[in-house]
């Protein structure tokens, strides 16, 4: 049973485009992670976001918390082929920082072509 | 330094062979999970264990699934009579921190295909 949806689920852009990813649920989270991970690989973490309304940013990668921490987004500046891969959130229900039982999107396939 | 290692990277069983997963932990870590990843999905949870406990095995499938990890370092992860609904990635993850807490560092996986 997935509780968290990610849309767009496949997403094709040019290099330099500006594109934003979105996960969404009914449930409330103590925390939020965006992870991306590559073929072949294990789910690399980018961030984690525990504060209603929080915004981090990471070099072109500016994730936000929705205010009432049941959704968050993804936005890529300027989008490169090095940010090709799949994009996973995976949200965290209880205390704050225990992942025992993380929640995961299914995840967008993002392909960025030069 | 050295990351979670897994191992085989990729394992072709026939329906109803016995498989066995490694997963070798970065040294140190308390809590190790396991996850199973179906191709184009997100990881879905199986279970976690703090050292040598497996304090959570509610996401494993069935009673064919069965892992341990004796020293509380090395986990492996045993398939029984494999069926194909069980072709998938398996990810292995540990963390520094005991309960769950802190972030999670994910091997390669083990990708099994039954045939």
């Known amino acids: 049973t997935q509780l968290l949806e990610q849309s767009p689920q496949f997403l094709s852009i040019q290099e330099g485009e500006n594109l934003t990813v979105y996960c969404n649920s009914s449930?409330?989270?103590?925390?939020l992670q965006w992870y991306r991970q590559e073929p072949g690989e294990g789910p690399v973490l980018l961030v984690t976001?525990?504060?209603g309304g929080e915004v981090k940013k990471l070099k072109r990668l500016t994730f936000q918390f929705g205010d009432a921490r049941k959704d968050s987004s993804l936005h890529i500046t300027a989008a490169q082929p090095g940010d090709t891969g799949l994009y996973l959130c995976?949200?965290?229900?209880?205390?704050?920082?225990?992942?025992?039982?993380?929640?995961w999107g299914l995840g967008t396939s993002l392909a960025v072509n030069p | 330094g050295a990351g979670v290692s897994q191992s085989p990277r990729y394992k072709v069983a026939k329906r109803g062979q016995d498989v066995a997963l490694r997963c070798d932990p970065i040294?140190?870590?308390?809590?190790l999970f396991w996850y199973q990843q179906a191709l184009g999905q997100g990881p879905e949870f199986l279970t976690y264990?703090?050292?040598?406990?497996?304090?959570?095995k509610s996401g494993l499938p069935s009673d064919r699934f069965f892992a341990e990890r004796p020293e509380g370092s090395v986990s492996t992860l045993k398939i029984q009579r494999t069926q194909q609904e069980d072709s998938a990635v398996y990810l292995c993850?540990?963390?520094?921190?005991?309960?769950?807490?802190?972030?999670?560092?994910f091997g390669p996986g083990t990708r099994l295909t039954v045939t």
């Open positions: 976001v525990v504060t």
């Open positions: 449930s409330v989270f103590s925390s």
């Open positions: 995976a949200g965290a229900l209880g205390n704050a920082g225990n992942n025992r039982k993380l929640i």
């Open positions: 264990f703090q050292n040598e406990a497996q304090l959570d």
């Open positions: 040294s140190g870590h308390v809590s």
């Open positions: 993850a540990s963390s520094l921190l005991a309960g769950g807490f802190g972030e999670q560092y």
